[in-house]
């Protein structure tokens, strides 16, 4: 169907936005069509993730403070390996390896090189990782097992300073990117939209960084503020925001734009994901029910994706 008699134009020009954030919504609908038809995948079953470090982090990061390690199975204690092999007898595809950030900001995925080299020899699991900060020598080492890299993207130097709590700056995400690529591991950068205290603060940038490197995938994360950190009580951002950095990846990227598991739940989520929709997504991890609402009004091909993150494009 050609977009100008497509029943997304009339829900877009429905909703309360400025013109400019509309134009940007009809511009990107119309070029995921153009790009992937009426499909969208919908990814229910994401990788499990194991912690390489328990709850244990270097840093304090004002949105987190290890809580999220907390939630992951702990992969830290010698238990890697069966980890691996009962999440293949489960019938897992592949496992998330993910951990707390040394303190020069990298997951120290590569110490347990070995053993994740066995884990894919022996279970034919697809191995993806959150890397953080790595150097040469680090991505030559993940090269040698890592299916996916999956990097979180920051274009804002005191997002880094204040929020992470990390020495570091964008040229350091770039440097990560430029290593790893250069290793040959594909890339599923990814924009943490309001990271800076539900502010937009640098997406734009690292929009751009990203640009330079070939992505396989975008992976639009949303900030959620978060209980027991000190971002508890900080409003998520504002959902246009949101719309704002999936449009722009869209009109920058032919690659799929996909909208993560990591994102607020309950009525914002329900709203956030038809605006996705409506903004050029052409994949979502954990679908609301609004998702497939939104999907099936405006008449998309919903494609379920058992046991697989959205990071990977071969699907």
């Known amino acids: 169907m050609h977009y100008g008699e497509h029943p997304a134009r009339n829900l877009i020009d429905a909703l309360e936005l400025d013109s400019c954030t509309r134009e940007s919504m009809h511009r990107a609908f119309a070029r995921r069509l153009e790009l992937f038809g009426n499909d969208i995948r919908f990814f229910r079953e994401p990788f499990t993730p194991v912690s390489l470090t328990g709850s244990q982090c270097s840093l304090e990061c004002w949105h987190c403070n290890s809580h999220y390690l907390r939630h992951m199975l702990d992969g830290s204690l010698g238990n890697l390996y069966s980890l691996a092999c009962n999440l293949a007898a489960k019938g897992s595809k592949g496992i998330l390896l993910s951990g707390g950030s040394a303190p020069a900001g990298s997951v120290p995925t590569y110490r347990f090189s070995g053993t994740i080299r066995e884990i894919r020899k022996d279970t034919g699991l697809n191995i993806s990782a959150h890397t953080g900060i ?51 591991i594909p890339l599923a ?127």
């Open 134 to 184: 790595v150097n040469s020598f680090q991505a030559r080492l993940l090269s040698d097992y890592l299916d996916m890299a999956l990097v979180d993207v920051i274009g804002d130097d005191d997002t880094i300073h204040d929020i992470l709590g990390l020495d570091a700056g964008v040229e350091d995400y770039e440097r990560t990117l430029r290593e790893l690529s250069s290793a040959g």
């Open 189 to 315: 950068p990814h924009i943490i939209t309001g990271l800076h205290k539900g502010q937009l603060r640098g997406e734009f940038r690292a929009l751009e960084i990203i640009k330079k490197f070939n992505p396989a995938v975008i992976v639009i994360v949303v900030f959620i503020p978060t209980e027991r950190t000190l971002s508890q009580g900080t409003p998520p951002p504002d959902i246009c925001d949101v719309a704002r950095v999936i449009t722009k990846a869209r009109e920058m990227f032919d690659v799929p734009v996909s909208l993560s598991c990591v994102r607020p739940g309950g009525r914002y989520r329900s709203i956030l994901d038809m605006y996705a929709i409506l903004s050029g997504i052409d994949r979502i991890a954990v679908p609301s029910r609004k998702a497939y609402e939104t999907s099936m009004q405006l008449g998309l091909d919903i494609k379920e994706i058992p046991k697989m993150c959205c990071s990977y494009k071969v699907i």
